[in-house]
C-alpha cells in the first residue's frame, strides 16, 4: 500500500472541498448545486478515510459510510424537489427559488 | 371550597358553551348567561348573609377561604381568600359578566361557542386575582385573564384588532413579567430570611427587606398594576384595546381588568412594602393627578367615541390611584366606590357605544349628532352616565372622587387642588360628547330605533346601581370597612416594626 | 503505490474542476463519475478497499445514475446549455474562488504545522470495518437506516405529489 | 314641620313620573304634573312656614334626617334638611316664584314638542335648588348646587337643534363648575381642619378655633366665594350668564334671574360666620359686588336684545347682593334677593310674552309702541322695571335696594367707595330699565302682534307685579315707619348689621341720593330713547363712543380674553395631542424594533448560495480566529 504523508491526503481533501465550495457558490443552476454538494461531501469522507488509515483503524470508514447514506438520502430529497422545483417555476435557476426572502 | 366552585363553574361553563356552540349558538349563550347568574347570586347571597362585619378580622382569618397544597415541594399552595374588598370585587365582577354575555347576545355572530369560552375564562381569571392570596396562584390567574382577553380582542374586534391586540398583550404582560420576577425574588428572599419556601401571602408580608431591595419590588409590582390601572406614562395600550375590543371586551375591561390593577395596588404593593410605597407615594400621587387631568384632556380631543371613553377611564383611574397611594380611610374608601361607580359608568358608556354602533355602524363623534329626537330613550341613558362620569354628586363616581380628593387633601393640598381641576376638566370632554352625539342638529339625517327589550333590561340595573351608589353607599362602604382595617392595622404594625 | 495516490489525486482535481466548468450537465456528471471513481482509488492507496467499493458502486453507481435520470427527465437541451452560460458571468467567479483560496491556505498553513507521520501501509478490511460498524456504531446504524427510510418517504411523497399534479 | 321633605320630594316625583312616562301624556297631563308638583311642594313650604311663625322650634332651627348617606371614618354626612329662617325664606320664594313660573311655562310652552322634557327639567331644577337650600351639610348642598347647575346646562340647551343654544349650555355647565372646583377645595380646606362639614358645627368650630383675621378662614372665605361667583355670574365668571339667554324664557325667569344665581349669595350669608373671620375675604366680596354691578351696568346700557340686557341687569342686581354681604348686611341682601326674586321673574315673563307676540323677536330696536297691543304685559312690565330701578316708597325695590346702599356705608364694614359706586349703580340701573321700557312700549310700533298671551301666562304676572309692589313693605326704613318684620326674622339665622352710628350718614339722606340718582338716570334714558333718539345713534357712531359701545356690549372683552387665555390653549392642545404624544414613545420603541429588523431582514435573501457563501466565510472566519488568536 501507499506511503504518503498523511498531509497530502488531507490536502487532495482540502482541494476538493474548496472547488465544491465554489462550484456551491458560483452556480445558479440546482443541479450543479446539488453536484458541487457531492464533491464537498466526498471530500469530507475522504478526510475521515484518511484520518482512520493514518491510526489504522476501521472508524474513519465507518464515518464514511455514515456520510455516504447521508449523501444517498439527499440526493434522493435533493432531486425530488428539483424536480418538484422545476415543474412549479419551470427554471432550475436557484435565486428563483427565494420563497425564504425575509 | 364555594370559592372554588364559583371559578370551576366558570371554567366549565366556557368548555360546555364551546363544545356545544358548534351545534347552536344560543345553547352557548345561554350556558354562559346560567353560569355567571349562579356565580352573581351566590356571590351577592353571600353578602347578604355576611353583613358588614363590625369585628375586624385577625390576620390570615378570612369570610371565606380554600387552602390546599398545589406544588408542595415548591411552597405553593391553591389558596383562595376572601375578605370585604375581595367580596365586593368577585360581586361587581359577577355583575358585570352578566351584562357583558348579555351585551354580546346579538352582536356577536360568528364563533359563538369559542368566544363565550373565551368570556367565561376571563371571568374565571379575574376571580381567581380578586381571590387569590397565594402569590403564585395569583401570577396564575394574571396570566390566565389575559390570553383569553387577546383572543377576544384579535379576533372579535373592530378594524385594527390585531394591533390593538398585540399591543394589549405586549404591555401587561411585559409589566407582568416584571411582578413576576419581583415575586421571585420575594420568594428567595423569604426563604433565606426564614428557611421556608413559600408564597403565601401572609407569610410573605413583613419579610425583612433593605430599602433598595423594597424599593425595587415594590416598583416590579406597581409596574404591573399600573400598566392595567393605568397609570399616566403607561396607558397608550387602553385607547386601543377599549377601542377595537367587542363591545361585552371594552366593559370587562374598563369594568374589571383596570380594576384588577387597583385591587393589586391595595392587595399587594403597599401592605408588601409599606415603607418603600410611602417613600414611592408622591411620585406615584403625581404621576396619578397628571393622568387624570392628560386623560381628560385627550378624551377631549378624541373624535371616536369608543377611544373617548376610554380616554375617560385614564382620568378616573388617576382618582382611585391618587386614593390608593394616599392610604387612610377616607381615601381609600373613596378608591374602592371610585373602581364600582366607575365600572358602572365607563361600562355603561361602552355598552352605550356599542348600541349605537350596531344602528349606525359609526363611531365618529363628528358623524352622529341629533341623536336626542330619533332615539331619546337611548339619547337619555347615554347623558345619564356622561353625567357619573364627570361626577355629578347624587352618582357613584362623585362619591369616590369626592371621598378620595378629601383624603388626599390633608396629605397634599396642591395636588389636590390639581386633582379637582381634573373634575372640572371631566366637563368638557362631558358636554362636549352629549353635544356632539345627542343633541345639535341631525345633520346626517339619522333615523334609528330606540332601546328596547333586552338593551332596557341592561341598562335600567347600571343606572339603578349607579344612582344607589351615589345616594346610599353605605353598604359597600362598610363592606370595606373590616377589610381596610385589617390592611391598616398591617401595614402600621409593618412600619412600625421596620422603624424599630 | 505512491505514484498511484498522486496521479490518482491529480486526475480527481482536474476532473473536479472540469465538472464545475462544463455548461451541460451530462458532461459535468461525467466529469463527476471520474473524480469518483479517482477518489476510489485514492482510497484504495491509502489500504481502505472497502470504502473505495462502496464508492464505486454507490456513488459512482447509483447515485449518479439518479442524477442522470433526473437530467433525462428534465430534458434539458441546448437552450438550457446558452441558459447556462448566461448565468455563468466570469465576475461570478472571483468572490468564491478568493474564498476558496483562503480556505485552502488555511488547511495547508494547519497541514504544514500538523503532524507528519507516514501512513503505515496497514489494510483496514471489510471485516474490521463491519465489526466496529455492528459493534460500537449500532446506533449510528440505525439512525442512518433512519435516515435513508426518511429520504425514502420523503423521495417518494415529493414524487408523488408532482403525479397527481400532472 | 316634619313634612320637610316632601318639599324636595313631590318636584322629584314630578320629574321622575315626566322622565319615565312623560311621552306618553298628554301636554295638558304634561302641564298639570309639572307645575302641580311644584305647587304641593310650594303649599307645603307655606304650611311649614305657617308653623314657623306660629310655632318656631328651638332655636329658630330644626332638622330632619332622611338617611345616612356617607359615614366612612370620622366623616358623617347624612342626607339631612336644615331650617331655619334664612333657608326658609328662600325655600318660600323658590317655590312660589316657581310655581308661578311653572303656570306660566304650560301656557309659554303649550306648543312645544318636548314639553314633557322641559317640565322633567324644571321640576328637576326646583328639586335641587330646594335641596341647595335645605341642605344641613356642605356636600348636600353640593349635591343642589350641581344639581341646579345641570338644570341650568340642560334648560338653556333645551333647544338642542341649533348649536348655539348646546354652545351657551355648555358655557354655562363649565364656567360654573369652574367656581365649583374652587368650592370643592374650599370644602376639603374646611374639612382638614375643622373636621366636619355639617355646616350649623362648622360655623360653631370655626368661630371657636379659628381666630379673626385667621389665614385658613381667609382662604375657606376665597375659596367658597369662588363658587359662588360662578354661580352667581360675579365678576371675573359672569360671562356665561347673558349667553345663557339662549334657553326658553321661563328658564331664564326662574333659574337665571330669580333663583339659581342667588345661590352664591346663599352659600356666603350661609356661611358667614367665615367671613366674619375673614374680613379681608368679606372685602373682597364687596368689592366683587361693587364692581360687577357697574360693569354689567354699563353692559346692560348697550344690549340690543332684550333678555340679554336683562341678564346683564340680574348680574348687576346680584352685585347689589355682594356688596351687602360685603359689607356685613346680610338681611339687606336676601331681602333684596327676595324681591329681585319677584320683579326680575316678572320682568323674564314679561319679555317672554313680548317675545313670543312677535315671532320670537328679541331686538328691542325693532320693537316698540307695544304699550296699546300687551296692555297687560305693559302695566306688569312697568311696574316690575320701576321696582328694578326702586322707583321710591310705592315698589319693592326701593326698600331692599335702599336698604343696602345706605348700609354699603353704615355698616361698620362700609365704606364711602361703596356708597358711592352704589349710587351711581342706581343711575345706571334707571338709565336700562327704562331704556328697555322707552324702546320696547313707547315710539311707533315697529313690529306686527300676531298672538296675545292666555291667562295662563298673564295671571302669574299679575301676581307677581303685586308682590313686587307690596314686597318691601316687611323692611322699611326708619323715617318711613320703621318696619322691621323681615329683619327681625331673619336675625334667628344671620346676624344683624352692625351700624357704625358715628359715622354713618342718615338714611334718609342716603334714600335721597337714590331717589336723584335715579331720577338722573331716567332722565338720561328718556332724553336717549325718546326725545332725542338720533343723538344716541349718532353717538354710538362716533369713533370713540362706538368703540366704547362695543367694548360694553361684549361684556368689556371678558370672553374674548378667556377665549383666548384658556379656552384656546386647552382646545390647541386636545387637537394638537389627539394622538397621544406618550403613545408615540412606545410607537418609536416598535419603530426602532421594525428599523433593526429591516437591516437584518437585508441578509435573508432567500438564495441559498448566499446562505452558503454566509456559512463559508463565517467557518473562515471561525478558523482564522482559532489559528490566530
Not at chain 2, 418 to 438: D, E, H, K, N, P
Not at chain 4, 16 to 42: Q, Y
Not at chain 4, 58 to 86: C, E, K, M, R
Request: net charge positive.
Amino acid at each position: 500500500m501507499a506511503t504518503v504523508p498523511m498531509m497530502h491526503a488531507l490536502l487532495l481533501a482540502g482541494i476538493l472541498f474548496a472547488l465544491g465550495l465554489v462550484g456551491l457558490l458560483t452556480r445558479r443552476n440546482i443541479l450543479f448545486i446539488l453536484m458541487s454538494l457531492e464533491v464537498m461531501l466526498n471530500a469530507a469522507g475522504l478526510a475521515f478515510v484518511a484520518a482512520g488509515a493514518r491510526w489504522g483503524q476501521a472508524d474513519g470508514q465507518v464515518v464514511f459510510i455514515f456520510i455516504l447514506t447521508m449523501a444517498a438520502a439527499e440526493v434522493a430529497v435533493g432531486l425530488a424537489l428539483v424536480l418538484r422545483m422545476y415543474h412549479r417555476t419551470k427554471t432550475l435557476d436557484a435565486d428563483r427559488a427565494s420563497e425564504m426572502k425575509g | 371550597m364555594m370559592l372554588v366552585w364559583l371559578i370551576v363553574i366558570l371554567l366549565a361553563a366556557g368548555v360546555v358553551a364551546w363544545l356545544g356552540g358548534r351545534r347552536s349558538a344560543a345553547w352557548a349563550r345561554w350556558v354562559s348567561l346560567l353560569a355567571v347568574l349562579a356565580d352573581l347570586i351566590w356571590a351577592v347571597a353571600f353578602w347578604l348573609r355576611h353583613p358588614a362585619q363590625a369585628e375586624i378580622l385577625p390576620q390570615g382569618h378570612w369570610l371565606a377561604q380554600f387552602n390546599v397544597a398545589w406544588v408542595p415541594q415548591l411552597g405553593i399552595r391553591f389558596h383562595l381568600a376572601m375578605d370585604g374588598l375581595s367580596l365586593l370585587m368577585v360581586v361587581l365582577t359577577l355583575f358585570i359578566g352578566v351584562m357583558a354575555v348579555l351585551c354580546s347576545w346579538r352582536e356577536i355572530q360568528t364563533g359563538v361557542g369559542f368566544y363565550h369560552f373565551n368570556l367565561m375564562w376571563i371571568l374565571a381569571g379575574i376571580l381567581g386575582v380578586f381571590l387569590a392570596v397565594d402569590l403564585f396562584l395569583f401570577y396564575f390567574a394574571w396570566e390566565l385573564m389575559l390570553v383569553p382577553m387577546y383572543f377576544l380582542i384579535a379576533i372579535w374586534g373592530h378594524e385594527r384588532r390585531v394591533y390593538a391586540a398585540i399591543k394589549f398583550f405586549i404591555f401587561t404582560q411585559l409589566s407582568g413579567l416584571l411582578m413576576l420576577l419581583a415575586i421571585l425574588a420575594l420568594y428567595f428572599i423569604h426563604h433565606r430570611a426564614t428557611g421556608v419556601y413559600t408564597f403565601e401571602y401572609s407569610a410573605l408580608l413583613g419579610t425583612p427587606l433593605s430599602q433598595r431591595t423594597a424599593l425595587l419590588l415594590m416598583l416590579g409590582f406597581f409596574v404591573a398594576f399600573a400598566v392595567k390601572l393605568p397609570m399616566f406614562p403607561f396607558h397608550p395600550w387602553l385607547p386601543d384595546a377599549h377601542t377595537e375590543a367587542p363591545t361585552a371586551g371594552s366593559l370587562i375591561l374598563a369594568g374589571l381588568l383596570l380594576k384588577t390593577g387597583a385591587y393589586g395596588m391595595i392587595r399587594f404593593v403597599i401592605p408588601l412594602f409599606p415603607q418603600a410605597a410611602h417613600q414611592f407615594a408622591p411620585v406615584a400621587m403625581t404621576l396619578a393627578v397628571v393622568g387624570i387631568l392628560y386623560g381628560a384632556v385627550l378624551a377631549y380631543g378624541q373624535r371616536d367615541f369608543k377611544r373617548m371613553v376610554a380616554y375617560t377611564s385614564v382620568s378616573h383611574l388617576g382618582f382611585v390611584l391618587l386614593g390608593i397611594f394616599a392610604w387612610n380611610t377616607l381615601a381609600l374608601e373613596g378608591a374602592v366606590v371610585g373602581m364600582i361607580a366607575h365600572a358602572l359608568s365607563t361600562g355603561a358608556l361602552f355598552m352605550l357605544v356599542g348600541q349605537l354602533y350596531e344602528r349606525t355602524h359609526t363611531r365618529d363623534l363628528t358623524r352622529l349628532g341629533g341623536l336626542w329626537s330619533t332615539a331619546p330613550v337611548l339619547s337619555g341613558v347615554g347623558m345619564f352616565f356622561m353625567l357619573g362620569s364627570v361626577g355629578l354628586p347624587g352618582l357613584g363616581d362623585f362619591v369616590g372622587e369626592f371621598l378620595v380628593l378629601l383624603g388626599t387633601y390633608r396629605l397634599h393640598p396642591i395636588l389636590t387642588a390639581l386633582a379637582t381641576v381634573g373634575v372640572l376638566a371631566s366637563t368638557f370632554y362631558g358636554v362636549q360628547m352629549v353635544q356632539r352625539a345627542f343633541h345639535g342638529p341631525n345633520v346626517h339625517q339619522w333615523k334609528i330605533a330606540d332601546l328596547k327589550g333586552r338593551e332596557l333590561l341592561i341598562m335600567a340595573p347600571m343606572i339603578a346601581l349607579l344612582l344607589w351608589l351615589g345616594l346610599y353607599p353605605l353598604p359597600v362602604l362598610k363592606t370595606f370597612a373590616p377589610a381596610w382595617k385589617g390592611l391598616e392595622r398591617t401595614t402600621r404594625s409593618l412600619t412600625a416594626a421596620a422603624r424599630r | 503505490m505512491n505514484i498511484l495516490f498522486y496521479v490518482a489525486s491529480a486526475v480527481a482535481i482536474i476532473a473536479t474542476f472540469l465538472m464545475l466548468t462544463r455548461m451541460n450537465a451530462v458532461h459535468a456528471l461525467l466529469y463527476l463519475i471520474v473524480s469518483l471513481l479517482a477518489v476510489a482509488l485514492v482510497f484504495y492507496t491509502l489500504g481502505a478497499p472497502f470504502v473505495a467499493a462502496l464508492e464505486i458502486i454507490i456513488y459512482a453507481g447509483a447515485i449518479m445514475v439518479l442524477f442522470v435520470f433526473v437530467v433525462m427527465m428534465l430534458n434539458l437541451g441546448r437552450a438550457a446549455e446558452a441558459q447556462e452560460r448566461e448565468w455563468q458571468r466570469p465576475s461570478l467567479w472571483v468572490g468564491p474562488s478568493v474564498l476558496a483560496v483562503v480556505l485552502i491556505a488555511e488547511v495547508i498553513y494547519v497541514l504544514t504545522h500538523a503532524d507528519t507521520r507516514m501512513f503505515g501501509a496497514e489494510v483496514v478490511g471489510p471485516h474490521q470495518v463491519a465489526q466496529s460498524l455492528f459493534g460500537p456504531y449500532l446506533i449510528g446504524v440505525e439512525l442512518a437506516s433512519m435516515l435513508l427510510l426518511g429520504g425514502l418517504v420523503g423521495a417518494f411523497h415529493l414524487g408523488r405529489r408532482l403525479e397527481e399534479k400532472r | 314641620m316634619n313634612l320637610l321633605w316632601l318639599i324636595p320630594a313631590f318636584p322629584i316625583a314630578g320629574f321622575l313620573f315626566l322622565a319615565l312616562a312623560g311621552t306618553r301624556l298628554s301636554r295638558r297631563a304634561v302641564s298639570i304634573v309639572g307645575a302641580g308638583s311644584v305647587g304641593l311642594s310650594a303649599l307645603v313650604s307655606l304650611w311649614i312656614a305657617g308653623q314657623f311663625f306660629v310655632s318656631p322650634p328651638a332655636g329658630y332651627a330644626y332638622t330632619q334626617t332622611i338617611w345616612n348617606w356617607l359615614d366612612v371614618g370620622s366623616l358623617h354626612l347624612p342626607i339631612a334638611f336644615y331650617l331655619d329662617p334664612l333657608s326658609l325664606i328662600m325655600t318660600l320664594v323658590v317655590t312660589c316664584v316657581g310655581f308661578l313660573i311653572h303656570v306660566y311655562s304650560a301656557g309659554y310652552m303649550s306648543e312645544d314638542e318636548d314639553i314633557s322634557r322641559f317640565f322633567a327639567y324644571m321640576n328637576l331644577f326646583v328639586a335641587s335648588m330646594v335641596t341647595l337650600l335645605l341642605a344641613s351639610n356642605l356636600v348636600l348642598l353640593l349635591l343642589g348646587w350641581e344639581g341646579v347647575g345641570l338644570c341650568s346646562y340642560l334648560l338653556i340647551g333645551f333647544w338642542y337643534r341649533d348649536p348655539a343654544n348646546g354652545y351657551a349650555g355648555r358655557k354655562a355647565f363649565i364656567v360654573t363648575r369652574v367656581g365649583d372646583t374652587s368650592m370643592l377645595i374650599g370644602l376639603f380646606l374646611l374639612y382638614r381642619h375643622l373636621g366636619t362639614l355639617d355646616i350649623q358645627t362648622l360655623m360653631a368650630r370655626a368661630a371657636h378655633q379659628w381666630p379673626v383675621g385667621s389665614p385658613l378662614a381667609v382662604a375657606a372665605g376665597l375659596l367658597l366665594l369662588g363658587g359662588a361667583v360662578g354661580k352667581s355670574a360675579q365678576l371675573p365668571l359672569q360671562t356665561w350668564l347673558p349667553d345663557a339667554m339662549a334657553g326658553p324664557t321661563p328658564t331664564s325667569a326662574l333659574i337665571h334671574a330669580a333663583t339659581m344665581v342667588t345661590a352664591g349669595v346663599y352659600l356666603i350669608a350661609r356661611m358667614h360666620v367665615i367671613y366674619q373671620l375673614a374680613p379681608s375675604a368679606q372685602f373682597t366680596v364687596g368689592v366683587v359686588g361693587a364692581a360687577t354691578l357697574t360693569l354689567a351696568g354699563f353692559s346692560a346700557l348697550t344690549q340690543p336684545d332684550i333678555k340679554r340686557a336683562l341678564a346683564y341687569s340680574t348680574v348687576s342686581q346680584i352685585g347689589y347682593m355682594f356688596l351687602a354681604l360685603g359689607v356685613g348686611a346680610w338681611s339687606a341682601a336676601i331681602f333684596h334677593f327676595m324681591t329681585h326674586a319677584f320683579f326680575k321673574a316678572l320682568l323674564f315673563l314679561g319679555a317672554g310674552m313680548i317675545i313670543e307676540s312677535l315671532h320670537h323677536e328679541q331686538n328691542m330696536f325693532k320693537m316698540g309702541g307695544l304699550r296699546k297691543e300687551l296692555p297687560v304685559v305693559f302695566w306688569t312690565f312697568l311696574i316690575a322695571g320701576c321696582a328694578l330701578a326702586g322707583v321710591p316708597l310705592v315698589t319693592a325695590g326701593f326698600y331692599s335696594k335702599g336698604l343696602i346702599v345706605w348700609q354699603a356705608e353704615a355698616s361698620s364694614a362700609g365704606r364711602w367707595g361703596f356708597w358711592l359706586v352704589a349710587v351711581f349703580g342706581v343711575f345706571l340701573t334707571s338709565a336700562y330699565t327704562f331704556r328697555i321700557i322707552f324702546l320696547t312700549f313707547f315710539g311707533e310700533a315697529k313690529s306686527h302682534v300676531h298672538k296675545r298671551p292666555g291667562l295662563a301666562m298673564t295671571v302669574p304676572c299679575i301676581v307677581l307685579a303685586v308682590l313686587s309692589l307690596v314686597g318691601g313693605f316687611v323692611k322699611t326704613p326708619e323715617f318711613l315707619g320703621n318696619i322691621h318684620l323681615f329683619t327681625d326674622f331673619l336675625h334667628h339665622a344671620l346676624p344683624p348689621v352692625a351700624v357704625a352710628h358715628a359715622r354713618a350718614m342718615s338714611e334718609l339722606a342716603s334714600e335721597g341720593w337714590v331717589t336723584l340718582a335715579l331720577i338722573v338716570g331716567f332722565a338720561v334714558a328718556y332724553f336717549c330713547y325718546i326725545e332725542r333718539p338720533e343723538f344716541t345713534a349718532s353717538l354710538t357712531r362716533s369713533a370713540l363712543g362706538n368703540a366704547l359701545h362695543r367694548f360694553w356690549k361684549s361684556d368689556w372683552g371678558m370672553d374674548w380674553l378667556y377665549d383666548r387665555l384658556l379656552v384656546w390653549p386647552v382646545m390647541w392642545f386636545a387637537r394638537v395631542d389627539a394622538g397621544d404624544a406618550v403613545d408615540s414613545i412606545y410607537t418609536g420603541i416598535a419603530r426602532l424594533c421594525e428599523w433593526f429588523y429591516q437591516g437584518v431582514r437585508r441578509t435573508e435573501t432567500g438564495q441559498i448560495r448566499w446562505y452558503a457563501a454566509a456559512i463559508a466565510f463565517g467557518t473562515l472566519i471561525f478558523v482564522a480566529v482559532v489559528l490566530f488568536l
